[in-house]
């Protein structure tokens, strides 16, 4: 069994846009990393996010930075069978015949267990919030997860 997952959604909103709110560490602060991220995504790069929810910057490393169609990055994951404990995650940003932009987040790399499963399922969780705020930031200008989880 492989543990991993795909989540995906549709932004009202250009590629060059919508992949610019991942990349940037201001955009993605203000709607995703509620303690703040440092460092902007591009190739080599090890960046910090950090979030009130799991308090203490955490480093994210880029392998992958493209810009406008895909991003690729290692992290420490709880219960992560990958490479010391990390797990990897890939963000697909596609443009749509209407204009808006298809992203795709997918995860994978746990552990063959109950415990790798459960954490698995919390990163799902995660990272479709992640889409939701990243959509309500673009097109509506709100940050959905202030105050949600603190």
Same mark, same amino acid.
């Given at each position: ?7 995906? @959604? ?45 308090? @203490? ?29 990390? #797990?990897?995650?890939?963000? #697909? ?14 995860? @994978?790399?746990?552990?063959? #267990? ?13 990272? #479709? ?22």
């Amino acid at each position: 069994m492989d543990l991993k997952f795909t989540v995906f @959604g549709r932004i009202a909103r250009p590629v060059a846009e919508v992949y610019e709110a991942v990349a940037d560490p201001a955009q993605l602060s203000a709607y995703f990393t509620t303690g703040g991220a440092r460092g902007r995504i591009e190739t080599g790069a090890t960046v910090t996010w950090d979030f009130a929810d799991f308090p @203490g910057a955490f480093p994210v490393e880029v392998v992958e930075a493209h810009a406008g169609e895909r991003i690729v990055l290692r992290w420490q994951a709880r219960e992560a069978a990958g490479s010391e404990g990390k #797990s990897t995650v890939t963000f #697909s940003f596609m443009p749509t015949d209407d204009g808006r932009t298809l992203v795709e987040i997918s995860e @994978g790399a746990w552990q063959e #267990s109950q415990a790798g499963l459960d954490a698995s399922y919390g990163n799902c969780m995660g990272w #479709s919030q992640m889409l939701c705020a990243l959509k309500m930031w673009l097109e509506h200008g709100v940050n959905l997860r202030e105050g949600m989880y603190v």
